[in-house]
């Protein structure tokens, strides 16, 4: 199903999700909105509704110059009758244009009712994307997240925040009492946030010992891309395939002075996996619970279920 919808989400639960994970965007009314992009026309239908033509516009935003239609361009009730598109060309497409994009505070509640209806309790873990962007727009993701966590105070499910950018974190840790995990990329990368303000701090600085004590200092994990974990290195003779290239030691010094690890996205197809996984994925899913990762986010909760639960 396309990402970021109630019915994909009911199905991830139904799949065995121990969590939801969902990205949230700011709409120009400044409701938080599960979309993995500002930019909206590769995953909804945007692109083909008559009336939204004159909104098409280019942004640059996170250093990245785009052509498209824009969330903050957006009114919620706008972004309601738009319906969702697979993002993934390699996907299953026939559930286009069906499903309505949520709120946050709907999926919350989604969450919430399958705790009263299954007697489990499952997690919600909301990423925080393009901070740095909408508050050079007038509108600030820490304080919508915290002022919607604080509506579903006596009744919450499990929530995490999570955000590749550093400031709204640390700002959000003074406002909340929900867990706090700094995401992590490419060693060469530099969260967005620091980005903009002409920073030099790159992922590969906060994965260093002293840079996860600079986290430790106001997230209780990391959610790290998995080849900071298992690096991959190309298999020569190959098209697109890829190999192992070793182990390092993230996990345990992470675990060392107390943070959390989980590691990003594991997906089910061949493409995304090694030759020694054999095209089966149940064997990365096993590879890396063996090194003592903390949790997965995954396309594919089937899968993980079966790897891991057996």
Avoid at 75 to 81: C, K, M, S
Avoid at 118 to 135: C, M, N, Q, S
Avoid at 187 to 216: C, E, H, K, W, Y
Wanted: charged share 25%.
């Amino acid at each position: 199903m396309p990402e970021h919808t109630l019915e994909g989400y009911r199905l991830a639960l139904d799949l065995g999700a121990d969590a939801l994970e969902t990205d949230v965007v700011l709409t120009g009314d400044g409701e938080l909105v599960c979309r993995h992009d500002c930019e909206l026309s590769d995953t909804t239908d945007v692109a083909s509704r008559a009336e939204f033509a004159g909104r098409k516009t280019v942004k640059c935003i996170d250093g990245e110059t785009a052509e498209g239609w824009f969330i903050d361009d957006f009114t919620l009730a706008e972004v309601q009758t738009l319906r969702a598109r697979q993002r993934f060309a390699f996907r299953d497409r026939s559930f286009d244009g069906q499903f309505a994009i949520p709120t946050l505070g709907e999926l919350i509640d989604l969450v919430a009712s399958d705790d009263a209806k299954t007697g489990r309790r499952p997690g919600l873990v909301v990423e925080i994307k393009h901070a740095a962007y909408f508050d050079t727009v007038g509108k600030s993701m820490a304080d919508t997240i915290g002022d919607t966590l604080g509506r579903y105070r006596d009744t919450p499910p499990p929530i995490w925040i999570e955000c590749f950018e550093v400031d709204v974190l640390r700002r959000l840790r003074r406002k909340i009492s929900a867990p706090i995990i700094q995401l992590v990329d490419a060693p060469n990368m530099r969260p967005a946030d620091v980005a903009a303000a002409g920073g030099s701090l790159t992922f590969g600085d906060m994965i260093a010992p002293g840079g996860l004590g600079q986290i430790a200092g106001y997230a209780s994990g990391i959610g790290a891309w998995k080849e900071l974990i298992l690096p991959r290195a190309p298999v020569a003779g190959t098209v697109g395939r890829q190999k192992y290239a070793g182990c390092t030691s993230l996990i345990a010094d992470a675990h060392r002075i107390g943070l959390s690890v989980h590691a990003w996205t594991f997906r089910s197809e061949s493409y995304f996996l090694t030759v020694e996984d054999e095209d089966d994925p149940s064997k990365e899913y096993r590879r890396f619970a063996a090194l003592d990762l903390d949790g997965f986010i995954t396309d594919d909760p089937d899968a993980a279920a079966k790897a891991l639960l057996r």
